[in-house]
């Protein structure tokens, strides 16, 4: 089934991206990182000393760096202007603005654009907070994914080299406050999604689960 499309969304820290890629390895699909997308507009609006709590300065340059996003899941890539920006976005600089700049509307419509451009082709996992909802309603597998904040903390605490838990958990749980609460396009489980909570299961067992589905699916 090369039209494939499997949408995962969920909070922040729930594990999409080691889920989604494993899926999409297992399948033989490509994979796409929206957060990657906002991670890229953020970095380069920072380092263009765009003031990022300014919803309007944010809207009126979000059109000038040029964003693209490689598919392959053994090796995810994204650029901005053709420079690749997979380490910097993943500072913490860049997660602490990247949640109120995805809430400005400009920015996520040149996203949605971008994204939809990608999947139109079809064979993707793609992993997001408004990808069954907005992105791609018309997925044939939507996942909601979801874990405790405790096990989500302890979890991106480690990935980062050991930071520690309390202050990663505050910096998840801010993100998923704005992230949900924003007007356009917020995190929300969408109509047909099948929840699924990782907190007792290891990626394995989560990446069995979606595969499942997928195969039901085709
Ligand atoms: O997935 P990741 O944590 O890297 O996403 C970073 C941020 O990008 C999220 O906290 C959210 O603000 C934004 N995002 C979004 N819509 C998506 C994917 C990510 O608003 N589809």
Same mark, same amino acid.
């Given at each position: @089934? ?5 949408? #995962?969304? %969920? ?43 300014? %919803?309007?300065?944010?809207?009126? *340059? ?7 996003? %490689? ?5 995810? @890539? ?15 600089? #860049? ?6 700049? +995805? *809430? ?14 990608? /999947?139109?082709? %079809? ?9 069954? +909802? #907005? ?17 989500? *903390? ?8 050991? @930071?520690?838990? *309390? ?12 992230? +949900? ?17 990782? @907190? ?6 989560? /990446? ?11």
């Amino acid at each position: @089934t090369p039209s494939l499309v499997i949408a #995962v969304d %969920g909070t922040s820290g729930s594990g999409k991206s080691s889920t989604s890629r494993g899926v999409a390895e297992r399948l033989g699909l490509r994979y796409l990182d929206t957060g990657a997308m906002f991670r890229a507009m953020t970095w380069w609006l920072l380092r263009e000393g765009v003031d990022v709590r300014d %919803g309007g300065a944010v809207a009126a *340059a979000a059109g000038r760096p040029h964003i693209e996003s %490689g598919t392959d899941p053994l090796a995810p @890539t994204i650029t901005v202007d053709g420079s690749d920006v997979s380490v910097e976005i993943r500072g913490e600089d #860049v997660t602490a603005a990247v949640s109120p700049v +995805s *809430a400005v509307p400009e920015v996520r419509a040149l996203l949605l654009d971008l994204q939809r451009q990608v /999947i139109a082709d %079809g064979g993707i996992v793609v992993e997001g907070r408004d990808i069954g +909802s #907005v992105v791609w309603p018309e997925a044939e597998v939507k996942v909601y994914l979801s874990a405790d904040p405790d096990a989500r *903390a302890v979890r991106r605490a480690a990935e980062q080299g050991g @930071t520690d838990v *309390a202050t990663t958990q505050q910096s998840l749980l801010e993100r998923d406050r704005i992230d +949900s609460g924003r007007a356009t396009a917020p995190l929300t489980m969408a109509q047909g999604a099948v929840h699924v909570d990782s @907190t007792h299961l290891t990626l394995p067992e989560v /990446i069995d689960r979606i595969v499942a589905l997928a195969e039901q699916a085709a």
